[in-house]
């Protein structure tokens, strides 16, 4: 069965602080991965999504990037935290059907992040 | 592109009271329509889906029946426990690889 992870579970990192968001899918090949942010008491928010290794689609200009070393993982980085990067980070993965079409997302834990 | 518009919560009801969650979608053809789930504290969970028209998903009790004649795909369920206290949201595919995610709809389930 597929299992996915994301770390750490929670995180408070001051403002211009670096950061690094880990998410390892386990149990399938070449997934669509995704990245949401979702502010408190807000809904879901697309970051970044990828279909592929080195490949990645921004959905929203800012600080934040998103790089996929390896088939399975999936990795969200700013260079300099700024207080309205906090929020619950979520990442996700859908099997990969093609390039036009998706599939059910299985999402993470999350990471609830707090910049001070 | 696809969209969905799921009524706003909260919503607030005793324990076994009938739920209702209202959405209604946007779409090109018939794509699968989704809910999900959201736990305190928790990621989304997969609560149910349908991937036809008239198809009617089911699980923990939850139903959602895909009407194609009102585009709408509303959760309901029979007799809520405070267990079921959660955000659900309402889901489609949208253009790529994306999805759309409604708003979510905070239900309290009170004893």
């Known amino acids: 069965s597929q299992t996915i992870h994301q770390w750490p579970a929670t995180l408070v990192q001051p403002v211009g602080s670096p950061l690094s968001l880990e998410c390892t899918v386990e149990?399938?090949?070449?997934?669509?991965l995704y990245w949401y942010r979702q502010a408190a008491g807000r809904g879901l928010q697309l970051l970044f999504y990828?279909?592929?290794?080195?490949?990645i689609s921004s959905e929203v200009p800012q600080n934040l990037s998103a790089s996929r070393p390896q088939d399975r993982q999936f990795i969200l980085s700013s260079k300099k935290l700024l207080l309205s990067d906090s929020g619950f980070y979520l990442c996700?993965?859908?099997?990969?059907?093609?390039?036009?079409?998706?599939?059910?997302?299985?999402f993470g834990p999350g990471t609830r992040l707090t910049v001070l | 592109g696809n969209s969905v518009t799921q009524m706003e919560g909260p919503v607030t009801l005793s324990e076994e009271a009938f739920l209702t969650i209202n959405c209604t979608y946007t779409?090109?053809?018939?794509?699968?329509l989704f809910w999900y789930v959201q736990y305190p504290g928790e990621g989304l969970q997969l609560l149910l889906k349908?991937?036809?028209?008239?198809d009617k998903g089911s699980n923990k009790g939850f139903e959602a029946t895909y009407r194609k004649e009102t585009t709408s795909f509303h959760l309901e369920k029979g007799s809520v426990q405070v267990s079921d206290s959660a955000v659900y949201f309402c889901?489609?595919?949208?253009?790529?690889?994306?999805?759309?995610f409604g708003t979510g709809t905070s239900l309290t389930v009170i004893p």
């Open positions: 996700a993965w859908s099997v990969n059907v093609g390039p036009s079409s998706t599939d059910t997302q299985y």
């Open positions: 149990g399938t090949s070449n997934p669509n």
């Open positions: 990828s279909v592929g290794i080195g490949q």
């Open positions: 779409a090109t053809g018939y794509p699968s």
């Open positions: 349908a991937t036809k028209a008239d």
């Open positions: 889901a489609l595919p949208n253009t790529g690889n994306q999805f759309y």
